[in-house]
């Protein structure tokens, strides 16, 4: 059982930032994967951004590539996801998961 939990959130202009982080507790393993993912109102939840342990891969959907940028502290049980230039597409919450277990989300809004 791996709890997480995301903070971070809140509301910001376009061209703003953000800084998301993701905390794990519980059970101890090794996060292999970890990422985020965002939904908005009435659309499907997609995916944004991931880390890989074994590697330290990372990869981005299209749309945030160039501006947001994700990052593990291993040490730590942390995800951090770094949101700059921000748009109004933007706006969702946004979920973290070990590839298993998913936090309750933190709601980013970017406001035009």
């Known amino acids: 059982q791996v709890q997480l939990v995301e903070s971070g959130g809140g509301l910001v202009q376009a061209g703003g930032s953000l800084r998301l982080s993701c905390a794990a507790s519980?059970?101890?393993?090794?996060?292999?994967?970890m990422g985020w993912f965002r939904q908005a109102p009435g659309k499907e939840r997609e995916f944004v951004a991931g880390?890989?342990?074994?590697?330290?891969?990372?990869r981005y959907a299209d749309s945030v590539k160039g501006r947001f940028t994700i990052s593990r502290d291993n040490a730590k049980n942390t995800v951090s996801l770094q949101m700059n230039s921000l748009k109004p597409e933007d706006t969702a919450v946004y979920y973290c998961?070990?590839?298993?277990?998913w936090g309750r989300g933190t709601q980013v809004i970017v406001s035009s």
């Open positions: 880390i890989t342990s074994n590697t330290d891969s990372t």
């Open positions: 998961t070990d590839g298993g277990d």
């Open positions: 519980g059970r101890t393993f090794s996060l292999f994967r």
